[in-house]
């Protein structure tokens, strides 16, 4: 079942009952006041009809019997209204103007009600349709006769009254049953066309169009809740999209890696093959050898730095305080030696400060960057380390005059697997994961790093880690 329909349905039910029990009650209320009114009428005029009796009783010359039929008689003919008058004696009837009435009077239960000369008692008369008469009853003792005089007012108006309500009544709560199913059927409609819309909104989502959007824009809850339908749909678009872009850089990845195993493996093999089923002078014997070990330590060099990408992409950084100037002063002190065998020089400007990183890694970051430098160099070159204090890190910035970079290339050399030159990169024994590694290091440290380069020129690379400072 629709929302919009049990919405009608309820709207209708809800209206039916209000309307039924307002109804009942108002034709309640009417009837019984109207009975009410009849009640204290019938009491009036039997007070009347027994003032008039005593008053004639008094001045006429009849005796009892005759008298008081007689004025019941004038009453009678005189009153204009329907009454029936009853006489009775002894409980006996003697006088009345019926006129093929049919009353029905309990004149034994009206005699034990009666508690004495002047009381008034009211009774009723029914029959299948509902009430009749009212009758009044009073007692009266003329020359130690004991008189009841009732009075029968027709009050059966009163009951077709609310024969007629009750008509109005089912008429009226037939028209309103069906204004009340078309208004509810429209207002259900105004009210639900926008859950409608989130409706299509959930589909083309389901569907995959994760670009739709319901946006309505109301007022109410469903604005509000539409809002936030969008916002979701948003960030599941620009999660799914992550998603996407995770799996196809992983796709690069894995296709790079295979690639990147198979040329080493493939030569291992050849090598390995030649020296097992062929004789090869000393020469020949020391350059199959000397390849299949620098291939080697190329697949144990990717291997490593695998490792520690998967090792920093799962650790939970502990950063304690460091000194990144006694840290650059050591590494460039260390690699000095090894550098100037290559006809490379390294100097370094620090500034003093503390400030939080996690030391084995900005050593990992900072050895790769300066190798990277290294690489780019034909056996001569100058490479400079600067590190600056920042309010929340430190900066380190590492240019040297290398060959440097095409535009083109800056975007993709955080790839994993990516050379600028990969003929030269392998001739040198690079992995193509080195930056990859800086990039993951950056990026754990809330930092980031950008490249500036020019082929023939050189490269500077600046990286600002926002560990936090620490005050001397």
């Known amino acids: 079942m629709s929302f919009r329909l049990k919405i009608t349905i309820l709207t209708t039910l809800l209206v039916a009952l209000l309307f039924s029990f307002g109804s009942t009650i108002m034709i309640h209320r009417s009837y019984m006041d109207s009975v009410t009114r009849e009640e204290k009428e019938a009491v009036d005029n039997a007070q009347m009809v027994n003032s008039v009796i005593k008053i004639s009783y008094e001045s006429g010359s009849e005796t009892g019997d005759e008298q008081l039929i007689q004025t019941l008689r004038r009453l009678g003919t005189y009153q204009t209204s329907s009454d029936v008058f009853l006489l009775y004696k002894d409980k006996r009837l003697i006088y009345g103007n019926i006129q093929r009435k049919n009353i029905g009077i309990d004149i034994e239960k009206i005699s034990r009600e009666m508690t004495g000369e002047g009381d008034i008692y009211v009774s009723y008369d029914n029959d299948f349709a509902g009430l009749k008469y009212i009758i009044s009853s009073s007692e009266m003792i003329v020359d130690d006769d004991t008189y009841i005089i009732c009075i029968c007012r027709d009050v059966s108006y009163v009951r077709d009254m609310r024969k007629k309500l009750h008509q109005m009544f089912i008429s009226s709560f037939i028209i309103l049953l069906f204004a009340s199913v078309i208004i509810s059927w429209l207002m259900s409609t105004f009210l639900v066309r926008h859950l409608s819309r989130l409706t299509k909104a959930t589909r083309e989502i389901a569907d995959g169009n994760l670009s739709y959007r319901s946006n309505i824009d109301t007022n109410d809850e469903i604005g509000e809740l539409s809002h936030d339908f969008d916002k979701m749909a948003e960030q599941l678009e620009g999660n799914v999209s ?3 872009e995770a799996a196809e850089e992983k796709d690069r990845f894995m296709g790079a890696f295979t690639h990147e195993l198979k040329t080493p493996m493939t030569s291992i093999i050849g090598y390995a093959e030649l020296l097992r089923t062929q004789e090869l002078d000393e020469q020949d014997r020391e350059d199959a050898l000397q390849y299949i070990y620098s291939e080697a330590k190329r697949l144990e060099n990717m291997s490593l730095k695998l490792l520690q990408l998967f090792v920093v992409d799962k650790e939970k950084l502990e950063l304690k305080k460091v000194s990144p100037q006694d840290m650059v002063e050591d590494i460039v002190t260390h690699l000095r030696p090894t550098l100037s065998e ?8 620090t500034e003093e ?87 993951k290091i950056v990026e754990l440290h809330n930092g980031d790093i950008d490249f500036s380069s020019e082929p023939g020129v050189g490269t500077v690379i600046t990286v600002t880690l926002r560990g936090g400072a620490v005050d001397v």
């Open 242 to 244: 992550l998603l996407e």
């Open 342 to 349: 290559q006809n490379i020089s390294i100097i370094c400007r």
């Open 353 to 439: 400060g503390l400030a939080m990183l996690e030391p084995d890694l900005v050593r990992t970051l900072l050895i790769n960057l300066i190798d990277n430098a290294r690489k780019a160099m034909d056996k001569k070159g100058h490479i400079r380390v600067d590190q600056k204090m920042e309010p929340d890190g430190v900066t380190f910035i590492i240019t040297d005059n290398g060959k440097g970079m095409p535009k083109e290339a800056i975007a993709h050399v955080t790839e994993a697997f990516y050379r600028v030159d990969k003929a030269r990169s392998r001739a040198q024994g690079g992995a193509g994961l080195g930056l990859s590694l800086v990039s």
